[in-house]
C-alpha cells in the first residue's frame, strides 16, 4: 500500500512568489492534515481537512491556504512568500473514526526555501 | 495556552542501554497522546499512543508512562540500538483533530 506523498520534494522560490504544494493520502483516508516545520523546531499545525472541507485552522495568516479535491488528495497554498516561510511542509492523512482517530501516517515533506 | 514541551533537546546513549525521553504538556483537559519518531529526511512515523485513561502502555522495545498529575509523558525505550537514532515528538491531542507537538528530542547513540 502506497504511503502519503508529496510533491515536490524541494522547492525554491523568492519573496512575494507563490508556491503550491501537494499531497496524496493514504487509500481509504479522508482526513489531510498540513504541518509546517522550521529548521531545529517542532511541527506547527497549520490546516485540516475532511470530506473536502476545512475543519480546523492553525495561527497562520491567510496567505497559508489549501483545498481538498473530491479524490481527498489536497493542495498548500502559500502567497506573497516571506524568508521566514522556508521549512519543510509535512503533509498526514488519517482516517477519522472512533478509535486512533488521531494517528496521522506523515509523507516525506515538501522543503520549500525561499530566497 | 497549549503547549507540549520536552525538558531535554538532545539525549544521547550508550548502545545497549535504555533511553528515556520525556515531555511535559500543559492542558489537562487533553485526552490523547502519541509519540513520533523522525529520521532524518524523512517524515514523522508513529511509535506508540495512550489514552488518558491509562497509565502505561507498551509495545515492542518501547513504553510510553503517562502521569497525568503532573502532567508528563514518557517514552522508554529498551536496549537503545543505533536505528533507533532520531528526533523524537511527543503530542497532544486538543480536540477538534488538532495535534500540538513538542520541539522534539535528538536522541544520539554512542557505540
Known amino acids: 500500500e502506497a504511503g502519503v506523498t508529496q510533491s515536490p520534494t524541494h522547492l525554491i522560490k523568492t519573496r512575494g512568489q507563490q508556491a503550491t504544494l501537494r499531497c496524496s493520502p493514504i487509500?481509504?483516508?479522508?482526513?489531510v492534515y498540513w504541518y509546517q516545520q522550521a529548521l531545529g523546531l517542532g511541527l506547527q499545525f497549520l490546516l485540516w481537512?475532511?470530506?473536502?472541507?476545512?475543519?480546523n485552522r492553525g495561527n497562520f495568516p491567510p496567505r497559508f491556504s489549501g483545498r481538498q479535491f473530491p479524490n481527498y488528495s489536497s493542495e498548500l497554498n502559500v502567497n506573497a512568500l516571506e524568508l521566514e516561510d522556508s521549512a519543510l511542509y509535512l503533509c498526514?492523512?488519517?482516517?477519522?473514526?472512533?478509535?486512533?482517530?488521531?494517528?496521522?501516517?506523515f509523507g516525506a515533506g515538501s522543503r520549500l526555501t525561499v530566497l | 495556552g497549549e503547549s507540549v514541551g520536552l525538558h531535554l533537546p538532545t539525549l544521547s546513549v550508550q548502545e545497549g542501554d535504555n533511553s528515556i525521553i520525556n515531555c511535559a504538556y500543559s492542558?489537562?483537559?487533553?485526552?490523547?497522546f502519541i509519540w513520533y519518531k523522525q529520521e532524518s529526511g524523512k517524515g514523522p512515523q508513529f511509535i506508540i499512543d495512550?489514552?488518558?485513561?491509562?497509565d502505561k502502555r507498551q509495545g515492542q522495545r518501547v513504553t510510553v508512562l503517562l502521569n497525568k498529575t503532573v502532567k508528563h509523558l514518557s517514552l522508554q525505550i529498551a536496549a537503545t540500538q543505533p536505528g533507533d537514532s532520531a528526533v523524537y515528538f511527543c503530542?497532544?491531542?486538543?480536540?477538534?483533530?488538532?495535534?500540538?507537538f513538542g520541539q522534539g528530542t535528538r536522541l544520539t547513540i554512542n557505540p
Open positions: 503530542a497532544e491531542n486538543l480536540g477538534a483533530q488538532k495535534l500540538v
Open positions: 492542558n489537562s483537559a487533553s485526552d490523547y
Open positions: 487509500s481509504g483516508h479522508t482526513s
Open positions: 481537512y475532511d470530506e473536502g472541507e476545512e475543519r
Open positions: 495512550i489514552r488518558s485513561n491509562m
Open positions: 498526514a492523512s488519517s482516517f477519522v473514526g472512533p478509535l486512533r482517530a488521531n494517528v496521522l501516517t
